[in-house]
T-cell receptor
């Protein structure tokens, strides 16, 4: 029972272009969503988050969009840079606040 | 230390043996989490410690798994009678409070059960 799904295992994007990573969820009780970035042999690092009361949050090159009716969120990276090559995880939390439910991750490859 | 540290970084063991994994959280962080990541999958919550409160053990997959934490310091995750399906990366994270956003992860321990 996957409550958070990232259907694309990998994504390849040209440097300078926009990267769009997608995430779908099934539990309407989720009220907070996060994106983490993970390099090989390192733990995930927090990237950006969004509360369910918003539909957009922007931080520099990174923007997260939330569509509650579709239970879908996306991470946009503009412009994409070689250092953005990593695995990106989508995670969601409910009322307990501390228990995160994670997607399987999308490996982003930025081509020079 | 600046971040969360875990040891060992890699562990190879034989089926049936016990293993102990260690996590040193960031000093001052009251919350500590253990996760498991199997190959090609997302992180799976195992256990959560918050200060001196009773831990949330709801994610532990079986009674072969246990974890301890002394106060707000080091935590150990113990897996008894390891099975091949226990092979995974075990990640530890800490945070200043219960807010999920500020979880800081260690590099993980890669466990391989032969």
């Amino acid at each position: 029972d996957q409550q958070v799904k990232q259907n694309s295992p990998s994504l390849s994007v040209q440097e300078g272009r926009i990267s769009i990573l997608n995430c779908d969820y099934t539990n309407s009780m989720f009220d907070y969503f996060l994106w983490y970035k993970k390099y090989p042999a390192e733990g995930p690092t927090f990237l950006i988050s969004i509360s369910s009361i918003k539909d957009k949050n922007e931080d520099g090159r990174f923007t997260v969009f939330l569509n509650k009716s579709a239970k879908h969120l996306s991470l946009h990276i503009v412009p994409s840079q070689p250092g953005d090559s990593a695995v990106y995880f989508c995670a969601a939390s409910g009322k307990s606040n501390y228990q995160l439910i994670w997607g399987a991750g999308t490996k982003l490859i930025i081509k020079p | 230390g600046a971040g969360v540290s875990q040891s060992p970084s890699n562990k190879v063991t034989e089926k049936g043996k016990d293993v102990e994994l260690r996590c040193d959280p960031i000093s001052g962080h009251t919350a500590l989490y253990w996760y498991r990541q199997r190959l090609g999958q997302g992180l799976e919550f195992l256990i959560y410690f918050q200060g001196n409160s009773a831990p949330d053990k709801s994610g532990l997959p079986s009674d072969r798994f246990s974890a301890e934490r002394t106060g707000e310091s080091v935590s150990t995750l113990t897996i008894q009678r390891t099975q091949q399906e226990d092979s995974a990366v075990y990640l530890c994270a800490s945070s200043p409070a219960y807010t999920s956003e500020t979880q800081y992860f260690g590099p993980g321990t890669r466990l391989l059960v032969l």
